[in-house]
């Protein structure tokens, strides 16, 4: 089934009262093609612990994803958590685990672990978070980070697991995704660095018996003809470069090391690849995870998305404009897409 994501700073700065939060969830609710949506996490952002219930109670469609980093909270507290807030969504809730691309803002929350072995402690995380979902009996758990005693947990997720998305290019991102994600999310790249990352991960998964799924994160200008696109990107494009340094743009840290970021900026040596996939906004957003966009007309678009789903590609996660936000105004040709993608 192919389905659609979108993203949602839930409080931006400057916001002192939730009003615009409840405008911009109920507006999503309105979507019909919209099936989730990314509340992220960073340790300066508001924590999405308190906004993603808020907006689960003032909607009855909009489907979080609420992204989670090991090593914040205790796997079990994490699993009853999220047990009880799937739960109380109506079965609406999935987890975007993030392990972390920047020492810098894991610093922040007293995670001093270096990147392999936040990798490590996130596998027995998520096989203990896994097993409190699921075990009948109380249970004991002894490993390397963490020891729980006599676990046993009064609720549980509605179908008895709460969806694990995650991501991430490292050798421990790709072996960690295999072992527990039930889809992979990718980053926008050209066709070609699509079907490698596509193969890598699915080989990966086959390893530990499993079948995965994959979404692929893009910015979308689309017009009525190539031209109009390209003067809604360009336009964009005008108002970030005029912005830097001020922070009005979400933007990759320079001491993010992750790998999906160089990789993101190795792009950026050519700013058209394939068709219509454009790198003007990575390479001023420092290779921000959704900067990488498509840009052209409905039928120039829907082209390259076909393209991206007989690689394997089963959702995309679409924002489009300066904030990486929603557009009520992309409802129509999404709908179209959906239809003809299916």
């Known amino acids: 089934m192919l389905e659609f994501f979108t993203g949602l700073q839930p409080l931006q700065a400057g916001e002192t009262t939730p009003d615009a939060l409840l405008d911009r969830v109920r507006e999503l609710d309105r979507s019909q093609v919209i099936d989730r949506v990314l509340v992220g996490y960073s ?51 999935a987890i975007n685990v993030v392990v972390g691309g920047s020492d810098k803002d894991l610093r922040r929350e007293s995670d001093g672990l270096p990147k392999a072995e936040r990798y490590r402690r996130a596998v027995e995380y998520l096989d203990l978070v896994r097993r409190a979902w699921t075990e009948p009996e109380p249970f004991d758990h002894r490993g390397a980070y963490y020891t729980a005693e006599a676990v046993r947990l009064q609720t549980r997720p509605v179908r008895g697991q709460v969806p694990i998305f995650m991501g991430g290019e490292s050798a421990e991102a790709v072996d960690f ?96 690849h394939d068709d219509c996939f454009w790198t003007g906004l990575t390479r001023l957003l420092g290779g921000f995870a959704n900067s990488q966009a498509l840009v052209g007309s409905e039928e120039r678009i829907l082209d390259a998305l076909g393209r991206y789903r007989e690689l394997g590609v089963d959702a995309f996660l679409f924002t489009t404009g300066a904030e990486a936000a929603w557009d009520p105004a992309l409802e129509g040709f999404l709908a179209r897409a959906k239809k003809e993608l299916a």
Not at 59 to 77: D, T
Not at 243 to 252: D, K, Q
């Open 43 to 93: 340790s300066t952002w508001p924590h999405n612990h308190a906004t993603a219930p808020f907006a689960l109670a003032a909607s009855e469609r909009f489907s979080p994803i609420v992204a989670h980093r090991p090593g914040v909270m205790a796997p079990v507290a994490a699993a009853r958590y999220f047990a009880t807030l799937d739960v109380l969504a109506r079965g609406r809730l």
């Open 177 to 272: 995704g295999a072992r527990h994600a039930d889809l992979y999310m990718l980053w926008g790249e050209p066709l070609a660095g699509t079907e490698e990352r596509i193969e890598r991960v699915s080989r990966a998964a086959e390893r530990y018996g499993r079948a995965m799924r994959f979404s692929l994160s893009l910015r979308l200008f689309v017009g009525d003809t190539d031209e109009e696109a390209w003067a809604r990107a360009r336009e964009v494009e005008r108002r970030i470069a005029e912005a830097s340094g001020s922070g009005a743009f979400l933007r990759s840290s320079s001491t993010d090391t992750s790998t999906g970021r160089q990789r993101a900026l190795a792009l950026t040596d050519e700013e058209l």
